[in-house]
């Protein structure tokens, strides 16, 4: 590994003790703690003694102050990027309202829009911040896209029959896995990548429980054999998702 300065460690402990950095800057680290028994020692009393932190390690403040402000204007800038997409994708149903009466969207239409754009860009920001690595953050687009459109089609259209069906309040059980499963694997890659496949495992129950339970709504639109294919096709996003979890844990590993 090429020698990385002492400074650039130093400046990447803050977040290393906050257990807020990559797992490639927590690799650089550690492996440099190796050869630096003063960096080795910070860490291990970030490890043994958390509550003697204040008074045992004294970076320099500009140093602290100065990663915190690379990380906000990081941040700030991303959002910045995401709001300015979330409108000019809003700008399409509007002007399609001026010149065709097939697009009748409402204030609410728009909000709701919004907030699913807007969330599902700021949820990629946020946690890509976890990981440099493509596969890393591939997986984690692949996931809230698939998530957005899953929100998205139940409330335009609905998967099961209509948008009215209580049935497509099933796939509220498909959020829940991936949500309590990423909270449970802190993002890691690894957990991450058994969290796409449960989230996947629970999306192909959904028509399964609704055909035992609404057999008959899955006779409307797109019926039986189109529900299944869809939610299928929605699983398989999941898996492809885990799949590159699992070559990050795997590249990670090499480093």
């Known amino acids: 590994m090429e020698k990385i300065p002492k400074n650039v460690v130093i400046d990447l402990l803050p977040a290393y003790i906050a257990g807020e950095a990559s797992e490639e800057s927590r690799t650089l680290v550690e492996e440099f703690a190796k050869n630096d028994p003063q960096i080795a020692r910070l860490i291990r009393i970030k490890t043994l ?25 990081s941040i700030r800038r991303q959002m910045l990027y995401v709001a300015l997409v979330t409108t000019f994708i809003l700008m399409a149903p509007l002007f399609a309202m001026i010149f065709t009466r097939e697009v009748d969207w409402s204030l609410f239409d728009f909000i709701i829009m919004g907030i699913l754009i ?55 059980g498909v959020f829940a ?14 957990g991450m990548a058994y969290t796409m496949y449960a989230t996947a495992i629970v999306q192909m129950l959904v028509p399964v429980i609704a055909f035992f339970i609404w057999r008959p709504t899955l006779d409307n639109p797109p019926g039986i054999v189109g529900v299944f294919m869809l939610n299928a096709f929605f699983a398989m996003l999941f898996l492809v998702s885990a799949l590159l979890f699992r070559r990050s844990e795997e590249d990670h590993k090499t480093v």
């Open 49 to 73: 003694q958390p509550e003697e932190m204040s008074s045992k390690i004294s970076l320099p403040d500009d140093v602290e102050m100065k990663t915190i402000k690379r990380v906000r204007s």
């Open 118 to 172: 807007f969330g599902t860009g700021s949820t990629y920001v946020f946690i890509t911040r976890i990981s440099e690595s493509i596969a890393y953050r591939a997986a984690v687009g692949i996931a809230v896209v698939t998530g957005f459109f899953l929100i998205w089609i139940n409330l335009a259209v609905g998967i099961i029959g209509s948008e009215n069906n209580p049935a497509n309040a099933l796939y509220m």
């Open 177 to 190: 896995a991936g949500i309590i499963g990423a909270g449970f694997s802190r993002l890691r890659s690894k």
